[in-house]
């Protein structure tokens, strides 16, 4: 075994930001489930996280901006595809040619049990929460059902539904990366405003007491 030299203890004391930004870069893609959806939301797999991006622009402008109906559009693109490989399958038997390579279309049994198992733990956990709120009386649970509920309202009457999902896919696709490539500036910004805050809280929360107990002395 290679022994550890008193350069490369020196190098890594004064490099301590390498170690640091590569378990923050390996917690970032723990927290968002270490899968595909991580690698794409991070920008591991550009290819799919750009394709991602740009078809849901488009899909976006034709819906909001050209006026396109959503209806209109999956109707004719699916008429537009069955069409096209209509003839290209009726082609290809004249002509002698290889028909159209399509994958097996069926929904296997594995997919659609992880899907109702989803399903399954999502209602398992509004049913959960309505329980804690309803039988068990947990009014912080209630305050924070309300806040959140209030939020989705406040935000939905500001855009309509598509335009809500696309601002959603556009966060999810530049926010992660984002914070993944600076967390270490990012977080010092944080901790510094954190701070802040605390000590304008601090002051507010002493002047609310001593205005109280000013009040008190002077009743009494």
Same mark, same amino acid.
């Given at each position: &075994? ?15 930001? &390498? ?8 917690? *970032? ?10 690698? *794409?939301?991070? !920008?591991?797999?550009? /290819?799919?996280? /750009? $394709? ?27 008429? *537009?595809? @069955?069409? $096209?490989?209509?003839? !290209?399958? +009726? ?40 329980? /804690? ?5 947990? &009014?912080?649970?209630?305050? +924070? @059902?309300?806040?959140? &509920? !209030? ?11 598509? $335009? ?9 696709? $530049? ?46």
């Amino acid at each position: &075994m290679d022994a550890i030299t008193p350069a490369d203890s020196s190098a890594a004391e004064k490099d301590p930001l &390498m170690t640091s930004q590569s378990h923050h870069k390996k917690s *970032v893609h723990q927290f968002l489930g270490e899968g595909s959806v991580a690698d *794409v939301l991070l !920008w591991e797999k550009q /290819a799919t996280s /750009a $394709t991602l991006l740009v078809s849901s622009s488009i899909i976006w402008f034709l819906f909001e901006r050209a006026g396109y109906n959503p209806l209109l559009f999956v109707s004719n693109s699916l008429l *537009v595809l @069955v069409v $096209t490989l209509f003839f !290209w399958g +009726k082609s290809a038997h004249f002509l002698n040619r290889p028909p159209p390579s399509l994958p097996h279309l069926e929904i296997s049994d594995d997919s659609m049990l992880k899907i109702s198992s989803d399903v399954h733990v999502i209602i398992n956990r509004v049913l959960e929460t309505g329980h /804690a709120i309803i039988v068990g009386g947990n &009014m912080r649970l209630l305050l +924070k @059902v309300i806040v959140s &509920m !209030w939020l989705v309202a406040f935000i939905g009457g500001l855009f309509n539904f598509i $335009t809500l999902v696309y601002i959603g896919l556009v966060i999810s696709l $530049t926010v992660p990366a984002l914070y993944n490539s600076y967390q270490d500036h990012i977080d010092d910004k944080l901790i510094a405003a954190h701070k802040v805050i605390s000590t304008q809280l601090g002051k507010f929360n002493l002047n609310i007491l001593s205005n109280i107990q000013s009040q008190e002395k002077k009743l009494h």
